[in-house]
T-cell receptor, first 111, second 113 residues
Framework: EPEVTQTPSHQVTQMGQEVILRCVPISNHLYFYWYRQILGQKVEFLVSFYNNEISEKSEIFDDQFSVERPDGSNFTLKIRSTKLEDSAMYFC?????????FGPGTRLLVL | GENVEQHPSTLSVQEGDSAVIKCTYSDSASNYFPWYKQELGKRPQLIIDIRSNVGEKKDQRIAVTLNKTAKHFSLHITETQPEDSAVYFCAASMDQAGTALIFGKGTTLSVSS
């Protein structure tokens, strides 16, 4: 059964550094999403993406964040200048229609 | 915007008992309600979902009910097993690709043998 994959599984970075989180959505899916989960809290929506454009974004997704589909398989989330409060698990998801399938996540730790 | 409340935050049951988790939502436009199971350190896994054109859906030991008038939906797990122990999240959204899932805060279910 195809699954969403994400790399890296863990990332440690210094405050102020840029990070890029990578995702490979399920191959026939056209809608992509990023969510984050701060330790012990609920999953929060960041952004959705379709046809090389942002479809919807939350207020968390400010100017520090950007998304890109650099090629036919990858979907990336960039955080330009990380803050301590960006430490969280970041999940990518993809969908063909309404049902979203999640990747295993990237645990980001900002020091 | 949509807000999803989930109760209880923790639930402990004996193996073989039933477990019920309840969620309420605020936006009457929401029409898609999935449930995800998340084991420690792992991805949320979809276990069942329901759309607003039905009131109940069942898949083996798991069932979900939806009351659109009251804006609440519930997850029912029967004959619980230790491997059911996990965090369960409800969510609500428009049943439309590209729209955000709004999650509840999660219920930690512990099944003891």
């Amino acid at each position: 059964e195809p699954e969403v994959t994400q790399t890296p599984s863990h990332q440690v970075t210094q405050m102020g550094q840029e990070v890029i989180l990578r995702c490979v959505p399920i191959s026939n899916h056209l809608y992509f999403y990023w969510y984050r989960q701060i330790l012990g809290q609920k999953v929060e929506f960041l952004v959705s993406f379709y046809n090389n454009e942002i479809s919807e974004k939350s207020e968390i997704f400010d100017d520090q964040f950007s998304v890109e589909r650099p090629d036919g398989s990858n979907f990336t989330l960039k955080i330009r200048s990380t803050k301590l409060e960006d430490s969280a698990m970041y999940f990518c998801a993809s969908s063909e229609a309404g049902t979203q399938y999640f990747g295993p996540g990237t645990r980001l730790l900002v020091l | 915007g949509e807000n999803v409340e989930q109760h209880p935050s923790t639930l402990s049951v004996q193996e073989g008992d039933s477990a019920v988790i309840k969620c309420t939502y605020s936006d009457s436009a929401s029409n898609y309600f999935p449930w995800y199971k998340q084991e420690l350190g792992k991805r949320p896994q979809l276990i069942i979902d329901i759309r607003s054109n039905v009131g109940e859906k069942k898949d083996q030991r798991i069932a979900v009910t939806l009351n659109k008038t009251a804006k609440h939906f519930s997850l029912h797990i029967t004959e619980t097993q230790p491997e059911d122990s996990a965090v369960y999240f409800c969510a609500a959204s428009m049943d439309q690709a590209g729209t955000a899932l709004i999650f509840g805060k999660g219920t930690t279910l512990s099944v003891s043998s």
